[in-house]
């Protein structure tokens, strides 16, 4: 993979230029895309911005962020050749930060769950993930050093468990989704990918211009508490190992840690996900599904199919029982620095005709609280497992240095 | 005016069929648009719907919110001819419940403070007050019987105000800004323009399903606070008589109503608006202020060149003393049913050069909360002057009944 950290460290000494370090990436690019197919569309020539901490920097956009100098086509047919005027709120931020945006990622339609054709970096015959598929896998076959996606259920840090690289679910509207295909205006959350934790937090910091946010000269040790997530199921034998191996060494660099029971409020306010989730989509997505519905993705269609006519006070109370566990669960964190759980229940499923399973996500992405996915283990097949590392909510900075205080400790395990 | 009960009743009744009701509401805009002005572009053959309950309301939409069947220029030349794929959520709802979109209203761009060419139909010489320009000028005008708007500031209850029409400022996020152009996410709220509080609820009612935002047929007696909102200054002499003659109406029509004190830090909530708006529209419009400079809108223009650079950590504190002020306020309806506050500082301002002041507004969109502008006199120049009924977030309902009990008070003291 490519490190953004190496990169911007190699440009600032004057070892590198901008415009070798995008060549690198094309290059890398050029390479692999053959064979992963993360893109929908590139820029054959990019040019790299002479300033600014991300100059040099290739980023991959997710295909449902607005971009004036590409199409967006939200992985459907029903946007086939959309271009909008303007660029998303996120887009210009990096690029005023210096990136060069070198091209579109795949994205299943309209960041749901029919698969798109790209493959898993680590091993052809399994899915990387979805929704943000092409973002996760450009990334992890070293294509480029930094891509965005989003997560409304568990669509940044799941690819990213799956295609073994590190990234964050930022506290909610950290990012701003202007200019982002909605789903859920209370869930969808923009997220980035990056080789490690370090480097997605310099790209975050660059993105938002929070220096805060980089990681600190020394890292603190973190308690930590674990949390199973049982109310969502019993994850497989190499999802339930990730999070083993990654506690035992967070415990081993000296980290305090420990079981946490969540409040029920929080088991209830997992299930009230969906029920959020699909009430807003048919909002969100009324003009495609009543307007396209012979054009819509079928997983898709049949999800709205399925909770269609939801009543609006089936909404209210799920945003009631939201708010309540909101703050449950911040009150965990007067206990515990961050949370350590499962990314993902297992390594990628083998096949291509589902993206995984977002069960141990999407109650993270309802409470609004930054998520890092840090690689744990390699599984059978050469599939790589992830956990995560959460925060309160706001405390971005907190769960990356946490997360690389994981990373690190299950570096140290691996010697 | 338009009524859109009274249509409503006629169609249910057999006495008018959709068809003649779209007629009806294309024949006074044909009758009033030259001298208004109020329409960006129309449909001039626009068709009812046979089935629902907004079947033959003529419905005009602000030209910040995405329509298939129409550009959506957003007030600036930056989009001209700008044609987005599909509908705004909001568009959807209002045609998912029968309505007939007629055409888009003007927008100050990016619903900010440049004035459209709209004239006030109670006076020429007047503004109708923005950024909604067009969709409160098209209702006070009789050319339609419901036009949507969007507020930030004060862009809903202002106009109203100044146009002498019921509007609602919902509930933050009862209605979805999907496909809206954002100025600012934490405050852009879409709102609705009506002849009277009957209509405006009916509308609302209709779009999202929410039988419970009708009026009752018995409407209760409200407390009923009064806020002066001393922290945004004094107002003219025409917006502190209406806000007396409202309280005194309602007072002799059999509400309890007594002065109420916010707390200091509702104040610095007023402040803080501000903060958040500019910041977040920093953002928002990154593209248009970094790439079209040239061709913003002066004054916005002027707005951003002034707000530029402000720290991550003043937006964050600003968010902060939101989230407190919120929790205060939502105290003081412990007390109070409603509040019954300035909707603007007086009658619209003479002149086409501004919209008019949002400062007895700003404070309320900040909080969420529901408000309702009923208007409330005539001043010199035959320019109406409204008050708003404010209720708790989330009580719509209540906010519609009690700007319903204000509005019927006011009228049998006219007699």
Redesign the interface.
Known sequence: MISLAELQRRIDAGELSPDDAIAQSLAATSAHEKSIGAFVCRDENPRAQSAGPLRGIAVGIKDIMDT?DFPTEMGSP??RG?RS???A?V???LK?AGATIVGKTTTTAFASVDPTPTLNPHNHGHTPGGSSSGSAAAVAAGMIPLALGTQTGGSVIRPASFCGVAAIKPSY?LL????VK?YS??LDTVGLFAAGVDDVARGLAAM???PELLLPSSIPTPRIGIVTQDFAGAPEVSGGEALQIAARAAERAGATVHGVDLHEIVAEAWQAHSVIQEF?AH??L???Y??NYDAMAPLLRARLDESKGTA?AAY?EAMGVASRARHALAKVFEEVDVLLTLSAPGAAPQGLDSTGDARYNRLWTLMGVPCVNVPALIADGGLPVGVQVIARY?ADAEALAAARFVEVALRRKWR
């Not at 701003?176 to 200019?179: A, H, I, K, L, R």
Request: glycine content about 12%; charged content about 25%.
């Open positions: 004036a029903i946007y959309y005027r303007g660029d709120a887009v210009m931020m005023q509207r701003p989704t202007v200019g909605c205006w209370t938002t211009g929070r807003e909002q969100a009324a003009w495609e009543r307007e609006p209210d706001g």
